[in-house]
């Protein structure tokens, strides 16, 4: 790999301590020999990534390396800062990166936009790229689907996809993110009543995280305080994603994304409605605290000249 690709590809995993560090290493190479049999297709959409999209092309590349074969699929479309034109440069490098392209003339929503439209849109988009992954696996062996959200400014961890690989393949059909936030937040010293500023982690996608059981939406300042820790198993959820999801291809043939609104007033968004699709034919969700993703930078998030 060339050395400025490894540097964007890095992720801090010595940032979180497994709870038993024995088993988790010992999971990591469990893993490790799963995953280099399988076939993969990565994808994920993008628009107006530029800042980030060194990085994220680099750490695409590094996740396919730890599988026997793989395909980059990114969707990208109506790019105004050169994201579009560099992506054509990747793909013409690459026989297995494959480029959808297309101008859908939507002038995108704000982040934290909880409308139906968004969903709804974004559930269009996704559903494009499934049809192509669908048709990909009529001549080319996939045996899962990585989703990633390619935006992410601190990546996700490998050691994560590489755990989630050493758990029974037959006990699970998608494992989702652990994603976290980290922000600043002024809190007053209990002995001095001085001000002071902490750091504050928060579980970031409160939207599309339903717990086992529950297709409720909870409020954000709930989900936002859950904490998981590496070294904690996997367990079953209704629904969730934060940035990055693992699906076994022949579990999710059929599904579709979609969105629809709730009687309390509440939007079930593209992902928690994928879910409870595949919740309707039998399929298993898991969260996996070990599979970490960032939605804050970090010491290797800066630029690599």
Same mark, same amino acid.
């Given at each position: 790999m060339? +050395?400025?690709?490894?540097l964007?590809?890095?992720?801090p995993? !010595?940032?979180?301590?497994?709870?038993?560090?024995?088993?988790?290493?010992?999971?990591?190479?469990?893993?490790?020999?799963v995953? =280099?049999?399988?076939?993969?297709?990565? +994808?994920?959409l993008?628009?107006?990534?530029?800042?980030?999209?060194?990085?994220?092309?680099?750490?695409?590349? &590094?996740?396919? &390396?730890?599988?026997?074969?793989?395909?980059?699929?990114v969707?990208? %479309?109506? =790019? =105004?800062? #050169?994201?579009?034109?560099?992506?054509?440069?990747?793909?013409?490098?690459?026989?297995?990166f494959?480029?959808?392209?297309e101008p859908? #003339?939507?002038?995108?929503?704000?982040?934290?936009?909880?409308?139906?439209?968004?969903?709804?849109?974004?559930? &269009?988009?996704? %559903?494009?790229? &499934?049809?192509?992954?669908?048709?990909? !696996?009529?001549?080319?062996?996939?045996d899962?689907?990585?989703?990633?959200?390619?935006?992410?400014?601190?990546?996700?961890?490998?050691?994560?996809?590489?755990? !989630?690989?050493?758990?029974d393949?037959?006990?699970?059909?998608?494992? +989702?993110?652990?994603?976290?936030?980290?922000?600043?937040?002024?809190?007053?010293?209990k002995?001095?009543?001085?001000?002071?500023?902490?750091?504050?982690?928060?579980?970031?996608? +409160?939207?599309?995280?339903?717990?086992? #059981?529950?297709?409720?939406?909870?409020?954000?300042?709930?989900?936002?305080?859950?904490?998981?820790?590496?070294?904690?198993?996997?367990?079953?959820?209704?629904?969730?994603?934060?940035?990055?999801?693992?699906?076994?291809?022949?579990d999710?043939?059929?599904?579709?994304?979609?969105?629809e609104? $709730?009687?309390?007033?509440?939007?079930? %968004?593209?992902?928690?409605?994928?879910?409870k699709?595949?919740?309707?034919? #039998?399929? !298993?969700?898991?969260? $996996?605290p %070990?599979?970490?993703?960032?939605?804050?930078?970090?010491e290797?998030?800066f630029?690599?000249?």
């Open positions: 060339i +050395t400025s690709n490894f964007r590809s890095r992720f995993e !010595s940032l979180f301590s497994a709870l038993n560090a024995n088993d988790y290493i010992n999971s990591l190479y469990a893993g490790m020999k995953a =280099s049999e399988l076939n993969v297709v990565i +994808t994920g993008c628009k107006n990534i530029a800042p980030v999209l060194d990085h994220t092309i680099s750490r695409l590349y &590094q996740t396919a &390396q730890l599988f026997g074969g793989y395909k980059l699929l969707y990208e %479309n109506d =790019s =105004s800062d #050169g994201t579009a034109e560099r992506l054509r440069k990747y793909a013409a490098e690459d026989i297995n494959i480029l959808m392209q859908t #003339g939507h002038m995108g929503f704000d982040s934290i936009s909880r409308e139906i439209a968004r969903p709804l849109y974004l559930g &269009q988009l996704r %559903n494009r790229c &499934q049809e192509a992954i669908e048709k990909l !696996s009529t001549f080319h062996k996939i899962y689907v990585i989703v990633i959200d390619l935006d992410l400014e601190g990546g996700w961890s490998y050691d994560g996809i590489l755990n !989630s690989f050493s758990y393949l037959n006990a699970w059909s998608a494992m +989702t993110a652990n994603g976290l936030f980290f922000r600043e937040k002024t809190v007053s010293c002995e001095t009543q001085e001000k002071e500023v902490e750091i504050e982690r928060l579980f970031h996608d +409160t939207w599309a995280y339903r717990k086992f #059981g529950d297709n409720n939406l909870e409020k954000c300042e709930v989900t936002n305080l859950l904490r998981f820790e590496r070294g904690e198993k996997p367990f079953g959820v209704f629904s969730n994603f934060n940035g990055l999801g693992i699906y076994k291809l022949e999710i043939i059929g599904c579709k994304f979609g969105a609104e $709730n009687e309390d007033g509440t939007v079930t %968004n593209e992902w928690a409605y994928y879910h699709e595949m919740r309707k034919a #039998g399929k !298993s969700i898991f969260l $996996n %070990n599979l970490i993703t960032l939605y804050s930078p970090h290797f998030s630029s690599v000249t």
